[in-house]
């Protein structure tokens, strides 16, 4: 059995002129939720052995509350998450595969695109993924459409 967490980045700030979107913080709000996010993993036993985490500041930022209250190994900042689709991120996922549980922090559409494609099978299934969010899944067997099962859902 594989665990896969999959965390959506928590409010960011509205961009400030000439701001690239990659470099919008989070926001005060942002900061309380990611707190909160990292409060309820550690409650429920989160032990991921690999970390992948969008590249961008404002997921790095809500990483970096969730990893100062969780036990973690091996943190991989991976560009191709950023603006990723589900298939995109099925296949980083995939390469992965070695970790027994894998925390991925990105963005959406893709993160709630994904959840709905491996709980589901049908990447149309969603029904929307917070600032914030958790979707932890195991998945038995490879990482493909409806192969995995919703273990908890948090939202703040």
């Known amino acids: 059995m594989h665990e896969l967490i999959l965390l959506r980045h928590a409010h960011a700030s509205n961009a400030a002129p000439e701001q690239a979107d990659a470099e919008r913080t989070l926001s005060l ?3 309380a939720e990611a707190e909160a996010a990292a409060a309820w993993l550690r409650s429920s036993g989160a032990r991921p052995q690999r970390v992948l985490c969008s590249p961008s500041a404002r997921t790095r930022q809500t990483l970096e509350r ?3 209250r ?3 190994s091996d943190t991989r900042y991976e560009p191709s998450i950023y603006e990723a689709t589900a298939g995109d991120l099925m296949g980083l996922l995939d390469q992965h595969k070695d970790a027994g549980q894998v925390l991925l922090v990105g963005h959406n559409p893709g993160i709630e695109t994904l959840v709905a494609l491996l709980a ?3 990447s ?3 029904r929307g993924m917070p600032p ?3 979707a932890w899944l195991e998945i ?3 990482i493909e459409p409806g192969a995995g099962s919703l273990k908890a859902f948090w939202s703040p």
């Open 140 to 142: 038995a067997g490879d």
């Open 124 to 126: 149309g299934e969603f």
């Open 70 to 72: 969780l036990e973690y």
């Open 120 to 122: 589901t099978g049908q």
């Open 29 to 31: 709000t942002g900061e």
């Open 132 to 134: 914030s969010g958790i």
């Open 66 to 68: 969730v990893l100062a």
